[in-house]
């Protein structure tokens, strides 16, 4: 077996502590995607499995286009820890979150008695929970996710594999990203020969849409602009979502649409929310989303990262772009 492959260090605690509860409280975080999703959907279908009492939930609303994922319909938004009767018997396990503020939001006064499972790719986690499990070279919390059942050796329903695909698929573009590794195409390989079908799943992952979500992304796709020849820019505002008739969760995959773009090696995507703008940020090239997001607060990965601003909707903008632009040309000058 290839050495990059061999089972990591470190689950045993977890499969304790996982057996030895009687409550699993599986939690994604704040708009919620197909790996947050995937990953709490396969916990709760072996939790489910094994007899425990299983509550799934998290801060926002289940987006509809994964609705096909097992156990979806038992998922509760809004969740507040502080509604259960959390006991010692009770584990949280809080899945590809990387900060406190991304989860439920009672999730900081938590019983000291009560495991919090961490579990997670980013690289910027908090290290929040009682156990952490956090790896930053994995693609997605998924292709953790199934290292974990793997070793765990309980036997996985149909449901479970699918489910972890989906995390793995979505978060890494498809196996296109360049998070996306050998061990990431061997967990997938894994997955096809216990019976998942890539052609199905890709069916049910992104051929789902809504003709209003079809239309919202063509309103977003028509105000692109690239500034400074890399950068690309769209947003939406709060009424194309009425106008469309289109969810909010719809635009998971907008972002990715301007990467598309020759020569484009930056992207930002602006949403309208309550009170300031959501941004989420992709990037192939010597200015980082990461770096970016957090200059204003925000946070995630090298390639894909994601802040809100608290400001009108083209000054956002207009700050983006400008702080991006000046990154890139403090990178050239600095290049040659
Ligand atoms: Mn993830």
């Known amino acids: 077996m290839n050495a990059s492959y061999a089972s990591p260090d470190g689950f045993s605690a977890f499969i304790r502590i ?10 994604s975080h704040v708009k919620p995607d197909g790996d947050a999703l995937g990953s709490a959907s396969a916990f709760a279908t072996v939790g489910r499995q094994l007899g425990k009492t299983v509550v799934w939930g998290g801060p926002d609303e289940y987006p509809s286009r994964y609705l096909f994922l097992a156990g979806s319909v038992a998922f509760r938004p809004n969740l507040k820890l502080s509604s259960l009767r959390l006991s010692e018997k009770s584990v949280v396990i809080a899945l590809d979150t990387s900060t406190r503020a991304r989860s439920v939001e009672d999730l900081d006064v938590l019983p000291g008695s009560v495991r919090l499972l961490n579990i997670d790719h980013h690289a910027d986690n908090e290290m929040y929970g009682t156990e952490n499990y956090v790896d930053p070279a994995s693609s997605s919390t998924g292709e953790i996710v199934w290292l974990f059942l793997r070793e765990w050796g309980i036997p996985l329903q149909i449901e479970v ?46 051929c789902n849409a809504t003709l209003p979500a079809l239309r919202l992304r063509a309103v977003a796709l028509s105000r692109a602009f690239v500034a400074g020849g890399f950068a690309a820019f769209t947003w939406l505002r709060h009424e194309d979502f009425l106008r469309t008739g289109s969810e909010r969760s719809a635009t998971e995959f907008l972002v990715n649409d301007l990467l598309a773009l020759k020569d484009v090696s930056f992207a930002a995507f602006f949403v309208e929310d309550e009170e300031c703008v959501r941004v989420s940020l992709r990037s192939r090239g010597v200015v980082q989303a990461a770096e970016i997001a957090r200059v204003f607060g925000g946070g995630g990965h090298p390639q894909a990262a994601g802040c809100r601003l608290p400001l009108p909707l083209s000054d956002a903008v207009e700050n983006m772009r400008s702080l991006v632009e000046e990154r890139y040309d403090e990178r050239l000058s600095s290049a040659e």
Not at 18 to 27: G, K, V
Not at 188 to 205: C, F, H, N, R, T
């Open 161 to 206: 594999l699918e489910a972890v695909y989906t995390a793995l698929a979505t978060d890494c573009g498809n196996f296109a990203f360049s998070c996306t590794t050998g061990r990431t195409h061997r967990v997938a390989a894994e997955l096809l020969e216990g019976g998942v079908s890539p052609a199905k799943m890709d069916e049910l992952i992104r």
């Open 18 to 27: 996982l057996s030895d509860a009687s409550e699993w409280i599986i939690l």
